[in-house]
């Protein structure tokens, strides 16, 4: 069955400009995270989604920084007026069910903020 | 707080050497452990885990042992293949927690 996509797979963004990007979980997984992975480091957390409630964004950098899930289904990462500390790759990921369970991530989303 | 520290890399083995990459972790509770592996131009994947102390995860050939004691969740592999290229990243979850916490990554490379 398909993975976990996420688009575009690269970005470039001039700063100050907004982007959007788009996560499709696993059909069916009610869980959907996202992190942010510097270049050289761990991916580190940013938001839970538990179908479409967003029950935790402690990890958010700032409030430029919006996450959504209206549908339960395929979320969308938006970041406003970018600055060049932006620049990572977005992963997100999916699992089955709420709480503990195996995450399931997809490709990611290389952002360069110019 | 709760976190991973893994050892840094790159590693460079040659074909059917020994692998070891160490981690170690500090939390508040019980957590469990995991090993996920990125292979070149793809997403993490999972490896293999352990849920609570004196545990064992496994598979591909690598294992790692959850050792409360030691707080330590080391990656081994008895004979590693060029396939085996990647990096690794020791992660941790609190309890029930959602929240992933992971390593900066050991980057390996195996040559024939």
């Known amino acids: 069955g398909a993975g976990v996509s996420q688009s575009p797979r690269y970005k470039v963004a001039k700063r100050g400009q907004d982007v959007a990007l788009r996560c499709d979980p696993i059909s069916g997984h009610v869980s959907l995270f996202w992190y942010q992975q510097a270049l050289g480091q761990g991916p580190e957390f940013l938001t839970y989604?538990?179908?479409?409630?967003?029950l935790d964004k402690s990890g958010l950098p700032s409030d430029r920084f919006f996450a959504e899930r209206p549908e339960g289904s395929v979320s969308t990462l938006k970041i406003q007026r970018t600055q060049q500390e932006d620049s990572a790759v977005y992963l997100c990921a999916s699992s089955l069910l709420w709480g503990p369970g195996e995450q399931f991530f997809g490709p990611g989303t290389r952002l360069t903020v110019l | 707080g709760d976190s991973v520290t893994q050892m840094e890399g790159p590693v460079t083995l040659s074909e059917e050497a020994f692998l070891t990459i160490n981690c170690t972790y500090t939390?508040?509770?019980?957590?469990?452990l995991f090993w996920y592996v990125q292979y070149p131009g793809e997403g993490l994947q999972l490896l293999l885990k352990?849920?609570?102390?004196?545990d064992k995860g496994s598979n591909k050939g690598f294992e790692a042992t959850y050792r409360k004691e030691t707080t330590s969740f080391h990656l081994e592999k008895g004979s590693v293949q060029v396939s085996d290229s990647a990096v690794y990243f020791c992660?941790?979850?609190?309890?029930?927690?959602?929240?992933?916490?992971f390593g900066t990554g050991t980057s390996l490379t195996v040559i024939p």
């Open positions: 992660a941790l979850r609190e309890g029930t927690g959602n929240q992933f916490y």
């Open positions: 989604f538990q179908n479409e409630a967003q």
């Open positions: 352990a849920t609570k102390a004196d």
């Open positions: 939390a508040t509770g019980y957590p469990s």
